[in-house]
């Protein structure tokens, strides 16, 4: 059977839930344990043995209302016993539960035999479709297939597989709701299996689209089921651990980047000189925001009814050498922490760019933050994974150290590189850096350069687009 296509979830609910039908059933248990101890309305009418019939009755759903609050609560740690067992009263099952309790209690009050009749010609189907799906639950494993690692923002398919391994009875409307926690969000995708036969698997999948970076945590996952009268949905939780790391998002390096680390290094380059041995020609594109108006190809563009530019790559020998000051205060305004995700979003770019379109430039990195992290990339073609892997568990920090970073830059500045030093506070560094690049005996012909994290937007050195 080919898979059911998924949803892509785009929503998060919030963690720790409270449950409506442990609520309801929490109360329904102590109501009748506490009514029946205390004014005996059932054991006077039906004798002890119907008093302690309620009793245990009320003691039952206390206990699978206490169950089901803790297992919604604490997801975590409602893995094994009675805790992975879920129960839902949808809409549907409220009403009937409303209509069988209004029969029960009038026909113990009117004494009518034909309403209790009806009450058990009720219950019968409600009681029977609950085990049903029981049944149907035991002996079913979900697998999930998920990638390692994904980039920020980009939509990735995970994989859930269905085994029903029952020998005799099939699994029929089985929805696989599955569990991510990442960056502070909580999402819940759900997949539907419409009918998995005995001993047979059955594969499906949902899309997923994470915004920000750092690792991302799967499981539980909760098999649901309200087939066949819908009137009662039953569950089964197992754990399933497993997860992903969410790579920074990457974008565009503007031309505004490139005049400023020509101006670095004291060197400008005229559109009509472009093309000589610093860059060469790479392809012509749209026009977009920021671009020099020197590069546009005006022939193309008149052809084309629509502004076209000349893309050229850098082919020099530029060694880059970039500084993370990670730092963030402990109540950083949400626009203070965008900003410092955009910094690692650009230093991340720069870092992919300059390996893949410079030839013979190696660039390096170092970053502090909660922990400090150095790469230093020597070749083109070199793996980034280890890069990306460090940027995307990169965490800031109030007590980051950004005079760490000069100790790197002593052991890696070198034939008169760029020496770039990204910081949300760079008027405490200007201030300090001068005695402290004598201290360090930095190189001389190394010119460190700093940049206010806001200074990425307000110049308009990088773009999504």
Not at 117 to 130: Q, S, T
Not at 193 to 221: C, D, K, M
Request: glycine share 6%; net charge positive.
């Amino acid at each position: 059977m080919p898979p059911r296509p998924s949803r892509t979830i785009s929503a998060a609910r919030r963690r720790g839930q409270f449950s409506r039908a442990g609520i309801v059933f929490t109360a329904l248990g102590l109501a009748a344990i506490i009514g029946e101890l205390a004014w005996r309305p059932i054991g006077e009418r039906l004798g002890a043995v119907g008093h302690w019939a309620i009793i245990i009755c009320g003691a039952y759903f206390l206990a699978w209302g206490l169950t089901d609050l803790v297992s919604a609560l604490w997801p975590r740690f409602s893995g094994s016993g009675l805790t992975r067992h879920r129960f839902h009263l949808p809409v549907e099952g409220r009403v009937f539960v409303l209509l069988m309790m209004a029969l029960f209690v009038g026909s113990l009050l009117g004494r009518s035999n034909p309403l209790l009749l009806v009450f058990c010609c009720l219950a019968g189907p409600w009681v029977i479709n609950g085990f049903l799906i029981v049944a149907m639950l035991q002996r079913l494993q979900v697998r999930r297939v998920t990638p390692e690692r994904v980039m920020a923002g980009e939509c990735f398919s995970v994989e859930l597989e269905l085994s029903n391994r029952k020998r005799l009875f099939p699994a029929w409307m089985m929805n696989v709701r599955d569990r991510v926690e990442a960056a502070g969000e909580v999402l819940e995708p759900e997949v539907l299996f419409v009918h998995a036969p005995r001993r047979s698997r059955q594969s499906g999948a949902y899309r997923l689209s994470i915004s920000s970076r750092g690792p991302a945590v799967f499981g539980p996952v909760v098999l649901l089921s309200r087939f066949p009268l819908g009137v009662v949905e039953r569950g089964l939780q197992s754990e399933l651990p497993g997860g992903l790391l969410v790579y920074p998002r990457l974008g565009r390096l503007a031309t505004n980047w490139r005049r400023l680390t020509e101006a670095t290094h004291d060197s400008t380059h005229s559109a009509a000189h472009v093309t000589q041995s610093a860059e060469t020609f790479h392809r012509l594109r749209d026009y977009h925001s920021g671009d020099d108006p020197r590069t546009i190809h005006w022939r193309t563009s008149a052809r084309r009814n629509e502004l076209m530019v000349r893309e050229f790559r850098d082919e020099r020998d530029s060694p880059m050498v970039l500084l993370l000051d990670a730092w963030r205060p402990a109540q950083a305004a949400p626009a203070d922490a965008e900003a410092l995700e955009l910094a690692i979003s650009f230093v991340t770019t720069i870092c992919v760019q300059q390996l893949r379109g410079s030839r013979d430039a190696p660039v390096a990195l170092a970053a502090d933050g909660a922990t400090p992290m150095e790469w230093n990339g020597q070749f083109r073609g070199e793996p980034l994974e280890p890069l990306l892997d460090a940027l995307a568990i990169l965490e800031p920090s109030p007590v980051a150290d950004w005079r760490r970073l000069l100790a790197f830059t002593q052991r890696t500045a070198e034939r008169r590189p760029t020496v770039l030093l990204i910081s949300p506070r760079p008027e405490i560094i200007r201030e300090e850096l001068p005695r402290l690049h004598d201290e360090h005996r930095l190189d001389p012909r190394s010119t460190i350069r700093v940049l206010d994290v806001s200074d990425i937007e307000r110049l308009r050195l990088f773009s999504w687009t």
